[in-house]
């Protein structure tokens, strides 16, 4: 029986603060659906984070929605989990009414069982009968946990073509780049899978794929991560200039139980991407500023998304006198699509910066500075582990926007009765 599947990771619609880039991302998810639709694919498959938020802005639902819509008309299934972004504690998550929609087939779905264990149920699609189970992500890795309390016996004894679905990243597959990244060794996996659909890292895993070669699918390969749909931030879109997803096609064999799967990794290249690096040592900022029109007047930018990292040690001149407003100018004056520019790793000999990572997302750097200074912090009865969840549960709570219709003082409400359920001030003893 011949098979075709599509498998999508970390589309995080809405990820971007400017609507430019958002846009961006939004054309490669209808570009993603209007092709799988060509391709006339039996199923989708989505590996966490189709959202970049657990409640999204309604323009971002409604584009979602519309989309996951158009594959349901055309009788072609989705089946995937809740990545870390989608995943809230509280389960208010957006997914939920897809689900209730039938536009998004949860496979993360089971049962707690008398001695601890999670005992996941699988899903069968009606078409090709291929099985599909997954284990949907928390917030800061924290599944890796709920991999080790996972009862495998039904999985991995489990016959026919199976596919295990994760938002979680391997540790034999980790890239040096996300050394920092927390990770799962491979044996926490159920075996006896056909093809591991992987999410989380952003970047696509084997990198041969990104060179759209076919690659065949052997107990080395099974796992696949195609990377982000678009890019979500500077350095994404520095080093990968753009997103994609993968189409897996071939021959099942339900008796035999055997599966020749080829994968083909499809880019998605809406927008060109010029990415500019331009060291600073051992100059004024105002050669600087000069060096930089020099170099930028004449570049051809038109309808182009333009990085620019502006980097090492001045000579004289402080990192705010390079005046970024004006270079964004004159590349906008030259139809630029954006302009993004990066001076973390900028500093001179007569000011020092606040030092932070360079080469990280916003979201990693958050990681690693409450991590360092809640190593420094003692509370009694508090392990530094919840500690820094409690942080980040109230960072959570604090950057929620009030929602339309809500009260003011509702909202306020609302901060002060979580704040207190986080820290758990109204419990005896801690009045």
């Known amino acids: 029986m011949k098979v075709k599947f599509a498998h999508l990771a970390d589309c995080h619609l809405g990820a971007w603060r400017n609507e430019r880039l958002n846009t961006l991302g939004y054309i490669a998810f209808e570009t993603a659906i209007n092709k799988i639709i060509e391709e006339n694919v039996d199923f989708v498959i989505i590996s966490g984070d189709l959202f970049d938020v657990s409640n999204p802005k309604v323009d971002v639902i409604d584009l979602a929605v519309k989309e996951l819509k158009k594959l349901r008309d055309h009788e072609i299934p989705v089946y995937g989990i809740m990545g870390s972004h989608d995943f809230s504690p509280s389960n208010k998550t957006i997914i939920r009414p897809l689900i209730t929609a039938g536009l998004f087939n949860n496979v993360s779905r089971g049962e707690l069982l008398p001695n601890g264990k999670l005992k996941l149920k699988f899903t069968i699609d009606p078409k090709t009968n291929i099985k599909l189970v997954g284990l949907r992500a928390r917030k800061r890795s924290l599944e890796i946990e709920d991999y080790r309390n996972l009862y495998r016996d039904n999985l991995e004894k489990e016959q026919g073509i199976k596919v295990f679905i994760l938002h979680t990243m391997l540790s034999e597959l980790k890239p040096i780049e996300f050394k920092d990244m927390a990770s799962a060794p491979k044996s926490l996996l159920p075996s006896n899978f056909h093809y591991y659909a992987g999410g989380h890292l952003h970047k696509t895993v084997p990198r041969e794929l990104r060179e759209e070669n076919l690659i065949e699918i052997t107990n080395k390969t099974k796992t696949i991560y195609p990377g982000a749909l678009s890019p979500t931030n500077f350095r994404e879109l520095e080093q990968y200039k753009y997103g994609g997803f993968c189409i897996i096609s071939g021959d099942i064999e339900h008796n035999t139980q055997k599966a020749d799967f080829n994968v083909q990794f499809i880019p998605l290249k809406i927008k060109c991407v010029i990415s500019i690096d331009f060291n600073c040592d051992n100059k004024t900022s105002l050669q600087v500023q000069n060096m930089l029109k020099e ?94 969840n409690k942080i980040h549960n109230l960072l959570s709570i604090i950057g929620k926007e009030r929602e339309e219709g809500t009260k003011v003082k509702e909202y306020d409400d609302n901060l002060i009765t979580n704040f207190k359920s986080i820290f758990q001030l109204e419990k005896e003893g801690n009045k």
């Open 295 to 388: 170099k930028l007047e004449n570049l051809n930018v038109k309808d182009k998304v333009v990085t620019l990292r502006i980097y090492g040690r001045l000579s004289s001149g402080k990192p705010y006198e390079i005046k970024t407003n004006e270079i964004s100018l004159l590349l906008k004056k030259n139809n630029a699509y954006e302009i993004l520019i990066n001076k973390v790793a900028l500093s001179s000999e007569e000011y020092t910066s606040v030092r932070v990572p360079t080469g990280k997302s916003n979201e990693e750097i958050e990681n690693i500075l409450i991590h360092e200074h809640v190593q420094k912090i003692n509370i009694k009865n508090v392990s530094k582990k919840d500690l820094e």
